[in-house]
């Protein structure tokens, strides 16, 4: 937190914070133009306003934004997403600027699991292997022996002697559904994700009355009885290549609303409709990943601020469970 404190407080020196951007600018022309000056990548997450995935050089979710951090050669890379992912670049490439739009761009998952707090209660659970979704800060990481992604979790936790005991951290939804598909027993941090959590079951069963030939997907995140009416289950990837090989030409989709762009790119004759919240707003968007905009990730890119900074010994630290996952995940070609 104290690198974000200082980063943010050079901005405000710097009067970033300020600067309006010029209505008359062709921002996606000179986000192109900036790119290939600094010889920048825009890596952007799904859940991404429609211009930034629109602009970015690689959309994908977690695991396919790990794989092209790591192998990319680009001297700058701008992270349209939230921290930990930033983060998640900057530990496998040190040497490189890694940018984030804004800051504030957090995650209530990850904020749901504090390093203090989850030191301790790994202790309690000696001989435990810890197997953390990678929607965790870079001190969880460092806390961890493998990190996995909803893409690989099921392979990740099989890839463990069956008699291995394991902590899962930090989504409960995401360890309770892979317990349930392995048939494991981890123990489970109780972290969950915001936007996953907020599905009503009750508003779903009534959209589905309503259409009624429509497939009803969801990401693994959401909670057991969202999960257990779902004709598809499966990553933010997953859901997406579904509906485009699937037949069937109508989804409820019970994720973050970003992905419906790409739904509706990649099958612009199906209807995609976003799976209702229990509250009374029309959808589900998650507040940190739409704290980022066209502005601001041109601002980044040209200032080169706000920049991801990592002490070396964390960064190390947290850089040997990311490395076992990608190479577990290239083992099974994921």
Known sequence: MSDINTAK??????????????PSIDLFAEIEKLKREKNAIILA????????????????????????????????????????MAETA???NPGKKVLLPDLKAGCSLSDSAPPPLFKLFKEKYPGHKVISYINCSAGIKALSDIICT?????????????DQPIIFAPDKNLGAYINKKTGRN?????????????????????????HPKAKFIA??????????R????????????????????????????????QMQKNSPDKTFIPAPPNNSC???????????????????????????TMDEEIRLAAKKPIDLMLKISAQYGL
């Open 150 to 162: 909803s893409s690989n979790a099921q392979k990740i936790v099989e890839s463990l002697p069956v």
């Open 9 to 22: 407080s050079n901005l405000e020196q710097a009067g970033f914070l300020d600067i309006e951007v010029d």
């Open 90 to 92: 900057k530990i496998l």
């Open 282 to 308: 029309a959808c589900n968007d998650c507040p940190h990943m739409k704290l980022n905009t066209l502005e601001k990730l041109y601002l980044c890119l040209k200032y080169e601020l706000p920049e991801i």
């Open 45 to 84: 997450h799904y859940y991404q306003e429609p211009d930034i995935q629109d602009v970015a050089d690689y959309i994908g979710d977690s695991l396919g934004l790990a794989q092209q951090a790591e192998k990319t050669d680009a001297d700058i890379i701008v992270f349209a997403g939230v921290h930990f």
């Open 186 to 210: 981890m123990v489970l941090w109780n972290g969950a994700c915001m936007v996953h959590e907020i599905f009503s079951l009750e508003k779903i069963i009534k959209l589905k009355q309503r």
């Open 219 to 228: 990401h693994p995140e959401c909670e057991e009885a969202v999960l257990a």
């Open 230 to 261: 779902a004709d598809f289950i499966g990553s933010t990837t997953g859901l997406l290549n579904y509906t485009k090989s699937d037949s069937g030409t109508e989804f409820i989709v019970a994720t973050e609303t970003g992905i419906l762009h």
